[in-house]
């Protein structure tokens, strides 16, 4: 049975990679080659960050390692174990809340962990796969799972696999990965001048 795709309806020409990235639920019982995960976290390791302070790390499991796949799914939340432990791949983003030049708090922290997150999920949708991010985790637990130490924290939770196909998951999850995908205009959030002034260029033509 063939994997959904779900391509997202833009309202403006963009990258047909960001067309065909999306988060599913449903992942095809198939490992994934140790060469393209390599590939995946070399695009995540190109991000930009603040100072290029290359503020994350991962921690990832594969069903290979069948004790350590297990404790990464044990620091993520029971309803986000129930259908990320079908996937091939899980793990966690973590970030260091301080830069490692000063010594200063990194405010942007999370927000460059996100951008290797998108690098990530990008380049793993160029090579045929899916990723889904999670903020459903347990910090705390994941930190005495991992030993993470003081200094940083863990972000968020992902699987990350071949699509499957939405007949695999129960039916309340089966609808969701069927709905249409949907996001706010763009004159919700771009702004021109006061705060909440659509900036002109977002109004259709």
């Given at each position: 049975?063939?994997?959904?795709?779900?391509?997202?309806?833009?309202?403006?020409?963009?990258?047909?990679?960001?067309?065909?990235?999306?988060?599913?639920?449903?992942?095809?019982?198939?490992?994934?080659?140790?060469?393209?995960?390599?590939?995946?976290?070399?695009?995540?390791?190109?991000?930009?960050?603040?100072?290029?302070?290359?503020?994350?790390?991962?921690?990832?499991?594969?069903?290979?390692?069948?004790?350590?796949?297990?404790?990464?799914?044990?620091?993520?939340?029971?309803?986000?174990?129930?259908?990320?432990?079908?996937?091939?791949?899980?793990?966690?983003?973590?970030?260091?809340?301080?830069?490692?030049?000063?010594?200063?708090?990194?405010?942007?922290?999370?927000?460059?962990?996100?951008?290797?997150?998108?690098?990530?999920?990008?380049?793993?949708?160029?090579?045929?796969?899916?990723?889904?991010?999670?903020?459903?985790?347990?910090?705390?637990?994941?930190?005495?799972?991992?030993?993470?130490?003081?200094?940083?924290?863990?972000?968020?939770?992902?699987?990350?696999?071949?699509?499957?196909h939405a007949s695999k998951l129960p039916d309340q999850l089966r609808e969701r990965e069927q709905g249409p995908r949907e996001r706010k205009p763009l004159s919700a959030f771009v702004f021109e001048g006061d705060w909440g002034k659509a900036a002109p260029f977002t109004a259709a033509k």
């Amino acid at each position: 049975m063939p994997e959904i795709k779900k391509p997202a309806p833009a309202g403006a020409p963009i990258h047909d990679l960001l067309i065909h990235r999306w988060s599913p639920r449903a992942f095809e019982d198939r490992a994934v080659e140790p060469e393209k995960l390599r590939t995946i976290f070399e695009a995540a390791r190109w991000a930009a960050s603040s100072y290029n302070g290359q503020p994350w790390s991962f921690i990832v499991a594969t069903k290979d390692d069948a004790k350590d796949f297990q404790r990464v799914l044990d620091a993520f939340v029971e309803f986000n174990q129930g259908w990320a432990k079908h996937a091939p791949v899980v793990g966690l983003s973590v970030a260091q809340l301080k830069f490692q030049h000063n010594g200063q708090p990194n405010r942007h922290a999370f927000h460059d962990v996100g951008q290797a997150a998108t690098s990530l999920a990008v380049q793993a949708t160029a090579l045929g796969l899916q990723v889904h991010q999670m903020a459903g985790i347990d910090p705390e637990k994941a930190r005495k799972i991992f030993n993470i130490p003081e200094g940083y924290e863990a972000v968020a939770g992902f699987a990350l696999g071949y699509a499957g196909h939405a007949s695999k998951l129960p039916d309340q999850l089966r609808e969701r990965e069927q709905g249409p995908r949907e996001r706010k205009p763009l004159s919700a959030f771009v702004f021109e001048g006061d705060w909440g002034k659509a900036a002109p260029f977002t109004a259709a033509k």
